[in-house]
């Protein structure tokens, strides 16, 4: 007994000896961050009101590591429109299906309390003289439009936000259903489609009875609307360049964990060179007052789709060498196209060369736990990039980081 209790003491002091030739190794303090200090980047779904749109800068300055990165919403909305009015300047008097003077048209919009659906539905609606001061369905008054040398009156016909059975927004299948009914209500009526995002125009020209040959414009350039552009299929898109949005999402985290600050922290390797030489190729701006990283938008067309077709990466991101890091990432909806077609496979593509490793977690676009209940195990990663349910969702994210 006597001599297990001596080497048991011994160990005992063996133990204690080489804790504090630790502590004192780091002066005594741990090297730990806690989690309410680490990097957050809310991306592609801005922290806002749904009703006004107001951005939650609560959620914005939980700590002086927070950023958002998307794309200029306005910007693109008024793209979309552009793209649409050049498309009918150039349009001939055939675009009258049945020649009764009205260009009427059938808008699939994605969400009516997400800023960037608001963005393009005032975007669209602007560019033809339907804006009737609200984004809301219905809610729209007659435009005008001169096609070869005749004015007709622009009538939008229907507007509808497009929600799934499961109460998903931005809904392929939804946009199926409508077309095949607004396609049987209003018949040669319609003669323009125009839609939010390219998954449900895609989905509208799955409708068996869509009318042939009516013009369809999207918005978001995924793979699939791009190939159909270039068959002659879709008529436009708008790319909101998703490869600058998904590195600058990385960027802004890598820079903030190699310890930058100020405006290093939104311009190194996005705007500017970094150390490395990186630097994204597409226009990017930082917008301070709400502490936004926005890549701006382009029109695509039969003209220049190729430019945008699959398979192209920015040449001007490369191989960096820093110590790997851990980000989780949460994705609002595994079926959104325009995320899971484009966006995470850029994001997959791209942080490697930063040396981040990711962890996806993926919602059902519907219920916002279906990402809060796998934001889990924070004390594991060193950064976090929040893809949001719901837009006024960002102090769920924020009240578990506390801990």
Request: charged share 20%.
């Amino acid at each position: 007994m006597k001599a297990i209790s001596k080497i048991s003491y011994k160990s005992a002091l063996a133990v204690l000896a080489c804790s504090l030739l630790a502590l004192a190794s780091c002066g005594g303090k741990s090297n730990a961050v806690l989690n309410k200090d680490k990097p957050l980047v809310f991306f592609n779904r801005q922290p806002s009101d749904p009703t006004t749109g107001q951005i939650d800068m609560a959620s914005m300055n939980w700590n002086d590591k927070t950023y958002y990165v998307g794309f200029d919403a306005a910007g693109g909305g008024a793209v979309q429109g552009t793209l649409i009015t050049n498309y009918l300047m150039q349009a001939d008097a055939s675009i009258d299906r049945n020649g009764d003077g009205v260009l009427g048209y059938v808008l699939c919009i994605g969400d009516v309390g997400h800023n960037d659906s608001k963005a393009r539905t005032e975007g669209i609606r602007k560019a033809l003289g339907t804006w009737a001061g609200s984004t809301d369905p219905g809610i729209v008054q007659a435009g005008s439009v001169t096609i070869a040398g005749k004015t007709l009156k622009v009538v939008e016909l229907e507007g509808k936000a497009m929600t799934g059975t499961d109460g998903s927004t931005w809904n392929a299948n939804a946009a199926t259903e409508a077309m095949g009914g607004w396609a049987t209500k209003f018949a040669d009526q319609i003669d323009m489609v125009v839609s939010n995002n390219d998954g449900m125009a895609m989905g509208c020209l799955q409708a068996s009875n869509y009318p042939a040959g009516v013009p369809i414009f999207g918005y978001d350039a995924n793979a699939d609307a791009i190939e159909a552009i270039g068959k002659g299929v879709l008529t436009g898109t708008v790319s909101q360049n998703v490869d600058a949005q998904a590195t600058a999402t990385l960027q802004v985290l890598r820079n903030l964990l190699d310890g930058l600050t100020g405006k290093d922290v939104y311009t190194k390797g996005i705007s500017e060179a970094d150390k490395y030489g990186n630097k994204i190729s597409a226009p990017v701006q930082y917008w301070q007052d709400v502490k936004a990283v926005m890549a701006e938008n382009s029109g695509v067309t039969m003209e220049n789709w190729e430019n945008y077709s699959s398979g192209k990466r920015d040449m001007g991101v490369k191989q960096i060498q820093a110590d790997k890091k851990k980000v989780l990432l949460t994705i609002y909806n595994s079926a959104d196209n325009f995320l899971s077609s484009s966006y995470v496979p850029a994001l997959k593509y791209y942080a490697p060369l930063l040396n981040l490793e990711l962890t996806i977690v993926q919602g059902d676009g519907q219920n916002e736990l279906s990402c809060l209940d796998r934001f889990t195990n924070l004390n594991n990663f060193d950064a976090f990039a929040v893809n949001m349910v719901k837009t006024n969702s960002g102090a769920d994210y924020t009240g578990k980081l506390k801990y």
